[in-house]
């Protein structure tokens, strides 16, 4: 007789086929190398298409309207990539930022002071220099864009890290990780406070009503999407309409998820949407923003001369490793606070240039400081592309080298196991 708990044997072999198949690309994509990959080619195709014939499509996609006009939701793909598909993006860092607070590096704050501090020089001379080229060149209408070059993206940043690294030590990944987890957290704050307009108290204070029925939920332990979904649909859509950018609500719905305790589900949520963020929502975003019609090589050349570009590209390639390498020494040298014994200077060098690539968040503050379309968001797009490369280019330069020299460490470690200063190789044979 046919055991009634035994699930069918059709259901069962879907099962079998499809969910470790499923399980396999997923796994994929929570890797840092994967995702890295994705945004790079998300941004490379849409600057292709953008420079092509058919350019026209590209913006007419972009362009392309959808969602309710009763609710206001009627946006193009653009801002639907921008406002909805980075949220996720979002919700993930703020995951990760509360777990970093609770339960990793951030929670002792000798550890963290280094990279902290480093997070915030970072932002503060490339922001500075900015302003000084924009100024000095008689235009302070586009000071606007100073906070554009201060971001740091965490998933292009560590995926590079991830590719040149195979001896690195470990608390490089560690102070790059906690550099730009801060450094998340203060863009945060810089896109809520410089770039909200007008906010209407009204939407912003209803949203703290779904935001706390879905703290309520996950903090009794909910899992289930059809329990968590709406009441984080209905915050999103709230704050969208206060007029504060609506990746604010998937911080805050992020800080919510516990860390620690009989609920705790910051890992479990973490390793669940991290797929969806580094596979699709990050990749779209990028694909939507990065696109901008050069005009070639003299469109390219003309752009160059901008200050807005000119601004960007220092405050990425020469403020960001000024900002983090001068803030990480002077509180070294004047206070108590010390580089980790398995790090040498010339290793936070490599990690203060690898910080100049400010691609998702770079992009989101262009068109937050100058709206879409315009000449100075066009302007952001070349600068931060290009000012991502070439950073990204000159921190893998120096990063191969430290990871040579560390190689040979290894390498001679391996040799001396007696830790005498002679390879054991040769010395003789003790019979």
């Not at 307009?197 to 009204?202: E, F, H, K, S």
């Not at 968590?228 to 719905?253: D, F, K, Q, R």
């Not at 797009?381 to 990204?392: D, R």
């Amino acid at each position: 007789m046919r055991d009634r708990r035994e699930p069918d044997n059709r259901r069962r072999l879907l099962a079998r086929g499809s969910w470790p198949e499923w399980q396999r690309v997923s796994d994929l994509l929570r890797t840092e190398t994967t995702g890295g990959a994705l945004l790079l080619a998300a941004a490379g195709a849409a600057l292709v298409w953008a420079n092509s014939p058919w350019s026209s499509g590209y913006h007419r996609l972009s362009e392309f309207v959808v969602g309710p006009q009763s609710l206001h939701l009627d946006l193009s793909l653009s801002a639907w990539a921008a406002d909805g598909l980075l949220a996720v993006f979002f919700f993930v860092v703020g995951v990760e930022l509360k777990r970093e607070f609770v339960a990793g590096d951030l929670r002792d704050p000798a550890r963290a002071a280094l990279p902290i501090a480093a997070a915030v020089g970072g932002m503060a001379v490339p922001a500075a220099i900015f302003v000084g080229i924009n100024l000095f060149s008689g235009h302070p209408e586009t000071i606007d864009g100073w906070a554009v070059p201060i971001a740091t993206d965490i998933a292009f940043a560590l995926a590079v890290l991830a590719v040149v690294s195979t001896h690195l030590p470990a608390a490089l990944r560690i102070f790059l990780l906690t550099l730009a987890v801060v450094d998340d957290l203060l863009a945060i704050v810089v896109i809520a406070v410089f770039y909200t307009d007008d906010v209407a108290l009204g939407p912003l204070a209803g949203a703290l009503i779904p935001i706390a029925l879905y703290a309520f939920a996950v903090q009794r332990g909910a899992r289930q999407w059809w329990i968590l979904m709406p009441p984080a649909i209905v915050a999103w859509a709230l704050v969208h309409a206060s007029g504060v950018h609506a990746t604010v609500a998937g911080v805050v719905l992020g800080f919510t998820v516990p860390v620690l305790g009989r609920h705790a589900s910051a890992k479990h949520f973490e390793h669940l949407v991290r797929p969806l963020s580094a596979g699709f929502a990050v990749p779209v975003f990028a694909f939507f923003a990065a696109g901008v019609t050069v005009g070639g090589w003299s469109g390219f050349a003309d752009a160059l001369s901008h200050p807005v570009t000119i601004g960007v590209i220092a405050g990425l390639v020469l403020g960001k490793p000024i900002g983090v390498l001068g803030t990480t020494y002077l509180l070294a040298r004047f206070t108590h606070a010390s580089l980790d014994e398995d790090l040498a200077w010339r290793d936070v060098l490599g990690v203060a240039m690898l910080a100049g690539i400010g691609f998702t968040v770079s992009l989101l503050i262009g068109e937050l400081a100058f709206g879409p379309g315009s000449v100075a968001t066009d302007d952001v797009k070349i600068a931060v592309v290009t000012g991502s490369v070439v950073a990204g280019l000159l921190a893998s330069v120096v990063l191969v080298s430290r990871n040579a020299a560390y190689r040979r460490i290894h390498q001679w470690e391996t040799l001396d196991a007696d830790h005498d200063g002679v390879p054991d190789v040769y010395q003789p044979r003790q019979d």
